[in-house]
């Protein structure tokens, strides 16, 4: 017999397939986790753990499935069966399994596995002696330009969108000058001003691949492009506005929080990149 999880609520071999493709925890990184120490089949900080995740779901609106009496019912039933003494227990809690979509799903059940291995072995010396560090740049948010499951943030925008009335959030960020735009949760961001058509520049932002060829369209339309910081001031008194993206296509934007922008409809230039974008979609069907 092999190694056994924790997930559900019951015993499971750790090769059973158990967690869906469409598990949020994989599409998103919508979920969380701890890690506690296993000594002599006991749990250190057991509690003071659970209590931090059970926050942590809280503060992220996830149900919390099982109580603290369950889950340490469940690690020392681990240990036993895996004869493991001395390891390292991870808990892992994601909002469960629905389609991809970024809001958060209603009546679906989350997904709470543990898994118990046993403790990693490291030289003694490491504690005696020490041991070497180097320096390394903190890069954990400068990933937006990659398309990475890692979209947490991003579905707690969608999230807030949602219920707001809204379609789309439009992400911030702050410079001496103040806020300014940077894209939404999945789409690029746009507004036309006196005939040019801005969008936000590549810093840190997803190039997304409709954001391009909405700046190619718009450039054999004869329109100036520039790709530049755009400062929230500087979008609300644009003439047009408008997102892209795969699914949004070419998006009129009429309103941003309590300011109807533009004259509140769409205006002509977006309407003619609309009829660019959907002619060009036709011939580049693979």
């Given at each position: 017999?092999?190694?056994?999880i ?10 059973e ?32 753990h659970i ?14 499935p099982?109580s603290?009496?369950e889950?340490l019912?469940?690690?020392r039933?681990l ?14 809690i ?6 991809r979509y970024?809001?958060?799903?209603e ?16 030289p003694?010396?490491c504690?005696s002696?020490g041991?070497r ?10 990933y ?20 707001k009335?809204a379609f789309?959030?439009?992400f ?6 103040g ?5 939404g949760?999945?789409s ?10 801005f969008?936000p ?5 997803l ?15 004869g ?10 001031q ?6 047009e ?19 109807v922008?533009g004259?509140?409809?769409k ?8 009829e ?11």
């Open positions: 017999m092999g190694r056994q924790f997930f559900n609520g019951g015993f499971h071999e750790e090769t397939k158990l967690l869906s493709i469409q598990d949020r925890g994989l599409c998103f990184a919508d979920g969380l986790f701890e890690v506690i120490r296993c000594v002599n089949g006991r749990f250190l900080l057991f509690t003071k209590a931090r995740m059970r926050q942590s779901a809280a503060e992220l609106r996830m149900d919390f099982h603290d009496g889950l019912e469940a690690c039933e240990s036993r069966r895996n004869g493991v003494l001395d390891g390292e227990l991870y808990l892992e994601t909002r469960g399994e629905a389609p970024h809001t958060f799903p009546g679906v059940r989350p997904t709470f596995f543990i898994v118990l291995i046993p403790l990693r072995k490291m003694e010396n504690w002696v041991v560090t180097v320096t390394f740049p903190d890069t954990r948010g400068a937006c330009h990659l398309k990475t499951i890692n979209l947490l943030p991003n579905v707690l925008g969608k999230q807030h969108a949602k219920e009335g789309e959030a439009l911030t960020r702050e410079d001496a000058r806020r300014y735009l940077t894209e949760p999945s690029s961001i746009f507004c036309i001003r006196n005939g040019v058509l969008t520049e590549l810093d840190n932002i190039p997304g691949t409709t954001r391009h060829f909405v700046i190619q369209l718009a450039r054999e339309e329109l100036e492009v520039r790709e530049q910081r755009l400062h929230l500087d979008f609300l008194e644009a003439d506005h408008f997102i892209s993206s795969t699914v949004s296509e070419v998006m009129p934007v009429i309103q941003l929080d309590e300011t922008l004259r509140g409809a205006g002509p230039l977006t309407t003619r990149l609309q660019r974008y959907a002619a060009f979609k036709g011939d580049h069907l693979e």
